[in-house]
């Protein structure tokens, strides 16, 4: 019995990827769902211009839509396939990524998300009104939260299983810096008490959004600051969504790679990690939160850039030379090169 | 309340075809009847409605093959008919017989004429149909293979004649595809209609997998002792794509793409996390011309250059070998009759239907005589295409096809007009008589073994002769009756 089978670096590429583009549809429907709780009165635009500007795409949100209209970010998140960083492209690559491992997931995790892309890419504008917008939120986190459930249950744990998991694990860690950071673009009033008032019912929902909320209230003062709610959701080593429970898991993948699958090239990786561990270690929650928070979530996405960076290149980038543009010829209709759709050019926030 | 049901057979009429399910078929023992009793108990809406939510399960199963328009891909299942067809024991021994001969035919043939060519200078197959034949290649001179393997996997179609005769239509030795849907036909059978196999003795169908990767690991090199095997496909956007996952999974090897090769000192490697790996065995759902680029068409990047170098040096094996596509083509299987008997010294078990041959004046001459009876085929096409049905045929169609074979007779071959056998179909008026034909599956590697049964195609459109996925055929689960019918036994031929 072949205890430890080989595992193609594009499998490991795909699994990886799979992941990512599946926690990204969960993430995305939780930062519409905290942007349709913050929508202020009379000010809805900008509310929802705070999701085009941590997602980072201000131009090409402009270039279609041109002025910041909340349908129109709607649309441009939830039903625009030719928008990459729309739930249904997402949900495109993570299933063109399961197609090229149905010889590796099992039917019951390939079947779900099968299912799950046919709901997706069907969205009809009117479940962007109202409060429909809210159970399709729910509906869509719903649907990777029973894939992430079925792959918990269903996955064989060989090394494939620990690569599926970086992905997930590192696309969670940024996106929860994301959620940090829409709290940076939102709008407050000026008035000092009211200001107040209003930034705490804020906090609460970015703690809702990342599910937060009930354990943030069981550990932190009853008084909470600010700062408390920064340092819950980077520094917590219990909270399934924090920076540094992340980066723990990260790391102990890492770690089995090397030690029970014999891979050297998992060292780069866990120098970066041991970083950011630094980095989120080091960071005064308290100066952080009365400004500054912006920036240093910033330099944190990169970081997880290049954790990401390191793992693709021991393990997959680069491992032939990729011609872009070169025409493949197919034996019959349908033999196309398969687009690397899981090398998106990662953005920093 | 009990309303007497409608008999979903009412309005089924075989007519002059020959019908596996008919009432008081030999050797059957009484399956037939009881399979027409059990759907008639059923009754047509329950028949319905479970043949619907089959079609659903592999819809959401990803059992499918795609189809490419302009800018769409889209998932089509194969259409299943959930009414089985069967074959009787007798029959298919005579099938498996026959099968078995016809592969060792086509490997006889292929070693003979990319080596000594005994067949051609005896004058039994025309020298330039070989030679001078696209799918020839030179590469594959005097290069012996393991165990004179050429065709490791064959899928031979087989109609059944008025009569019930059956007649080989055609060979594929090059890469066959549609023996997924026979396992997963019955996988399909077995959940969707339990209680119409029930005491049935079928032959199962699932060791397919363990069968072809051991066939592919007696052909390794010999020097290795535990082969690495991979099924080397164009990748997720060809049609049969899952057919390669399914093969992958159930041999339980890596399903690799071109770019995950790579050849150094005449040995294939693969790319994996841990480095390159070695491989074996590849079993290539790849065509002759995109195999290597440094030798076929330099444009491909499906392939892996430097492959059938390291092929020639016995360093990997290839599964089926190149140029096997000079004995499949309609112009060989014309001479199969005459390929048998001149190397085994025996009439082929399964006969071809009747062959003119338009390249010999007397299979022209009469062919063009009774253009209006007969079937008229191009030799190069496949999938269906180019076919003229005489007594379907328009005038100006038959003229135009008169044109055709006295341009170019050699690129013709006619056939009589067939009456291939039927089977009860679910159709939208009802259960109605569709034709059938049956493609079994050879495995060969040191000897032969065929997977019993085999894809079942069904022209779903009334009247239709044409079976082809791509024109509107779908697929039945194919019964190989192994024993007596036991009443309240349960289902044999279960998946282990």
Request: charged share 25%; glycine share 8%; net charge negative.
């Given at each position: 019995?072949?205890?430890?089978?080989?595992l193609?670096?594009?499998?490991?590429?795909?699994?990886?990827?799979?992941?990512?583009?599946?926690?990204?549809?969960?993430?995305?429907?939780?930062?519409?769902?905290?942007?349709?709780?913050?929508?202020?009165?009379?000010?809805?635009?900008?509310?929802?211009?705070?999701?085009?500007?941590?997602?980072?795409?201000?131009?090409?949100?402009?270039?279609?839509?041109?002025?910041?209209?909340?349908?129109?970010?709607?649309?441009?998140?939830?039903?625009?396939?030719?928008?990459?960083?729309?739930?249904?492209?997402?949900?495109?690559?993570?299933?063109?990524?399961?197609?090229?491992?149905?010889?590796?997931?099992?039917?019951?995790?390939?079947?779900?998300?099968n299912?799950?892309?046919?709901?997706?890419?069907?969205?009809?504008?009117?479940?962007?009104?109202?409060?429909?917008?809210?159970?399709?939120?729910?509906?869509?986190?719903?649907?990777?939260?029973?894939?992430?459930?079925?792959?918990e249950?269903?996955?064989?744990?060989?090394?494939?299983?620990?690569?599926?998991?970086?992905?997930?694990?590192?696309?969670?860690?940024?996106?929860?810096t994301?959620?940090?950071?829409?709290?940076?673009?939102l709008?407050?009033?000026?008035?000092?008490e009211?200001?107040?008032?209003v930034?705490?019912?804020?906090?609460?929902?970015?703690?809702?959004?990342?599910?937060?909320?009930?354990?943030?209230?069981?550990?932190?003062p009853?008084?909470?600051?600010?700062?408390d709610?920064?340092?819950?959701?980077?520094?917590?080593?219990?909270?399934?969504?924090?920076?540094?429970?992340?980066?723990?898991?990260?790391?102990?993948?890492?770690?089995?790679?090397?030690?029970?699958?014999?891979?050297?090239?998992?060292?780069?990786?866990?120098?970066?990690?041991?970083?950011?561990?630094?980095?989120?270690?080091?960071?005064?929650?308290?100066?952080?939160?009365?400004?500054?928070?912006?920036?240093?979530?910033?330099?944190?996405?990169?970081?997880?850039?290049?954790?990401?960076?390191?793992?693709?290149?021991?393990?997959?980038?680069?491992?032939?030379?990729?011609?872009?543009?070169?025409?493949?010829?197919?034996?019959?209709?349908?033999?196309r090169?398969?687009?690397?759709?899981?090398?998106?050019?990662?953005?920093?926030? | 309340?009990?309303?007497?049901?409608?008999?979903?057979?009412?309005?089924?009429?075989?007519?002059?075809?020959?019908?596996?399910?008919?009432?008081?078929?030999?050797?059957?023992?009484g399956?037939?009847?009881?399979?027409?009793?059990?759907?008639?108990?059923?009754?047509?809406?329950?028949?319905?409605?479970?043949?619907?939510?089959?079609?659903?399960?592999l819809f959401?199963?990803?059992?499918?093959?795609?189809?490419?328009?302009?800018?769409?891909?889209?998932d089509?299942?194969?259409?299943?008919?959930?009414?089985?067809?069967?074959?009787?024991?007798?029959?298919?021994?005579?099938?498996?017989?026959?099968?078995?001969?016809?592969?060792?035919?086509?490997?006889?043939?292929?070693?003979?004429?990319?080596?000594?060519?005994?067949?051609?200078?005896?004058?039994?197959?025309?020298?330039?149909?070989?030679?001078?034949?696209?799918?020839?290649?030179?590469?594959?001179?005097?290069?012996?293979?393991p165990?004179?393997?050429?065709?490791?996997?064959?899928?031979?179609?087989i109609?059944?004649?008025?009569?019930?005769?059956?007649?080989?239509?055609?060979?594929?030795?090059?890469?066959?595809?549609g023996?997924?849907?026979?396992?997963?036909?019955?996988?399909?059978?077995?959940?969707?209609?339990?209680?119409?196999?029930?005491?049935?003795?079928?032959?199962?169908?699932?060791?397919?997998?363990?069968?072809?990767?051991?066939?592919?690991?007696?052909?390794?090199?010999?020097?290795?002792l535990?082969?690495?095997?991979?099924?080397?496909?164009?990748?997720?956007?060809?049609?049969?794509?899952?057919?390669?996952?399914?093969?992958?999974?159930?041999?339980?090897?890596?399903?690799?793409?071109?770019?995950?090769?790579?050849?150094?000192?005449?040995?294939?490697?693969?790319?994996?996390?841990?480095?390159l790996?070695?491989?074996?065995?590849?079993?290539?759902?790849?065509?002759?011309?995109?195999?290597?680029?440094?030798?076929?068409?330099?444009?491909?990047?499906?392939?892996?250059?430097?492959?059938?170098?390291?092929?020639?040096?016995?360093?990997v094996?290839?599964?089926?070998?190149?140029?096997?596509?000079?004995?499949?083509?309609?112009?060989?299987?014309?001479?199969?009759?005459?390929?048998?008997?001149?190397?085994?010294g025996?009439?082929?078990?399964?006969?071809?239907?009747?062959?003119?041959?338009?390249?010999?004046?007397?299979?022209?001459?009469?062919?063009?005589?009774?253009?209006?009876?007969?079937?008229?085929?191009?030799?190069?096409?496949?999938?269906g295409?180019?076919?003229t049905?005489?007594?379907?045929?328009?005038?100006?169609?038959?003229?135009?096809?008169?044109?055709?074979l006295?341009?170019?007779?050699?690129?013709w071959?006619?056939?009589p007009?067939?009456?291939?056998?039927?089977?009860?179909?679910l159709?939208?008026?009802?259960?109605?008589?569709?034709?059938?034909?049956?493609r079994?599956?050879?495995v060969?590697?040191?000897?032969?073994?065929?997977?019993?049964?085999?894809?079942?195609?069904?022209?779903?459109?009334?009247?239709?002769?044409?079976?082809?996925?791509?024109?509107?055929?779908?697929?039945?689960?194919?019964?190989?009756?192994t024993?007596?019918?036991?009443?309240?036994?349960?289902?044999h031929?279960?998946?282990?």
């Open positions: 019995m072949n205890l430890a089978p080989p193609l670096a594009r499998y490991a590429e795909s699994l990886f990827w799979m992941a990512r583009y599946l926690e990204r549809v969960e993430n995305l429907a939780r930062l519409i769902e905290v942007t349709y709780i913050f929508e202020s009165p009379g000010r809805e635009s900008e509310s929802w211009y705070a999701l085009v500007r941590i997602n980072a795409d201000e131009e090409s949100f402009s270039r279609r839509h041109g002025a910041a209209d909340p349908d129109a970010i709607k649309r441009f998140y939830l039903i625009e396939a030719d928008n990459p960083t729309s739930i249904p492209a997402a949900i495109e690559v993570a299933r063109t990524n399961a197609r090229v491992l149905r010889p590796l997931i099992s039917t019951e995790m390939w079947k779900q998300l299912q799950f892309h046919h709901a997706l890419t069907a969205i009809a504008p009117a479940e962007l009104e109202g409060d429909a917008l809210s159970r399709l939120a729910d509906r869509i986190r719903a649907g990777v939260q029973a894939q992430t459930g079925i792959t249950g269903t996955f064989f744990r060989d090394q494939s299983w620990h690569f599926l998991e970086l992905g997930r694990l590192i696309e969670r860690a940024d996106q929860t994301r959620l940090l950071d829409i709290k940076f673009h709008l407050v009033p000026r008035a000092r009211e200001r107040r008032l930034e705490l019912t804020q906090w609460g929902s970015v703690l809702r959004a990342a599910a937060g909320y009930h354990a943030f209230r069981r550990i932190a009853v008084e909470f600051t600010p700062a709610v920064v340092a819950f959701l980077l520094t917590d080593a219990s909270f399934p969504r924090s920076v540094r429970l992340c980066l723990d898991e990260i790391e102990r993948h890492l770690t089995a790679l090397r030690i029970r699958y014999g891979l050297g090239g998992t060292r780069a990786a866990l120098e970066r990690a041991e970083e950011i561990r630094a980095l989120i270690a080091g960071a005064e929650t308290e100066r952080l939160s009365a400004g500054g928070l912006h920036a240093f979530l910033d330099n944190l996405q990169h970081a997880l850039i290049g954790l990401a960076g390191e793992i693709g290149t021991a393990f997959f980038r680069d491992w032939r030379p990729y011609a872009p543009g070169q025409e493949q010829v197919g034996q019959e209709q349908g033999d090169e398969p687009a690397r759709q899981g090398q998106r050019q990662e953005q920093a926030g | 309340m009990d309303v007497p049901a409608e008999d979903p057979f009412q309005g089924y009429d075989a007519g002059s075809f020959y019908c596996e399910l008919a009432a008081g078929r030999e050797g059957d023992g399956a037939a009847a009881t399979i027409r009793s059990r759907i008639a108990a059923l009754g047509l809406a329950t028949l319905r409605s479970r043949a619907r939510a089959a079609e659903t399960d959401n199963l990803g059992i499918t093959f795609t189809v490419y328009s302009e800018a769409n891909a889209i089509r299942i194969l259409p299943f008919d959930c009414i089985p067809r069967l074959i009787t024991a007798a029959e298919w021994s005579e099938l498996d017989r026959g099968v078995r001969q016809r592969v060792a035919a086509l490997n006889a043939f292929l070693e003979d004429i990319y080596h000594a060519r005994h067949i051609l200078k005896d004058g039994v197959v025309p020298v330039d149909l070989v030679l001078g034949n696209a799918n020839y290649r030179r590469e594959m001179e005097d290069f012996p293979v165990f004179g393997t050429y065709v490791h996997i064959a899928g031979i179609d109609v059944r004649d008025e009569r019930g005769a059956f007649r080989v239509l055609e060979d594929n030795a090059r890469t066959p595809s023996v997924s849907y026979v396992v997963e036909n019955r996988h399909l059978m077995l959940r969707a209609f339990p209680d119409l196999m029930a005491g049935m003795r079928i032959a199962p169908v699932d060791d397919y997998g363990q069968r072809l990767r051991a066939a592919l690991s007696e052909i390794a090199p010999a020097e290795v535990d082969p690495q095997v991979v099924l080397l496909s164009p990748g997720i956007y060809n049609s049969a794509y899952f057919e390669h996952v399914f093969l992958a999974r159930e041999m339980g090897v890596p399903l690799v793409e071109g770019r995950d090769l790579l050849v150094e000192d005449d040995r294939v490697f693969m790319l994996t996390t841990a480095g790996r070695p491989v074996h065995t590849i079993y290539r759902r790849i065509g002759d011309d995109f195999l290597d680029p440094t030798l076929f068409r330099p444009d491909s990047l499906l392939g892996v250059p430097g492959l059938i170098g390291a092929w020639r040096h016995g360093h094996a290839l599964a089926n070998a190149v140029g096997t596509g000079v004995a499949d083509d309609k112009a060989i299987y014309a001479y199969m009759p005459r390929i048998i008997r001149y190397y085994f025996e009439d082929a078990i399964l006969p071809n239907v009747e062959t003119h041959i338009c390249r010999e004046p007397a299979g022209l001459q009469y062919t063009l005589d009774h253009l209006a009876e007969l079937v008229v085929k191009p030799v190069g096409e496949s999938g295409y180019g076919i049905i005489g007594p379907r045929a328009s005038s100006a169609e038959l003229e135009r096809t008169r044109a055709a006295l341009a170019d007779p050699a690129n071959i006619s056939q007009m067939v009456g291939l056998s039927v089977g009860p179909t159709c939208e008026e009802g259960i109605r008589a569709r034709h059938l034909d049956l079994p599956f050879a060969t590697g040191r000897e032969s073994w065929v997977l019993p049964g085999g894809l079942t195609r069904v022209a779903l459109r009334h009247g239709s002769l044409i079976v082809n996925s791509s024109q509107g055929g779908g697929s039945k689960d194919t019964w190989v009756l024993g007596e019918f036991q009443s309240g036994a349960l289902a031929g279960v998946i282990r």
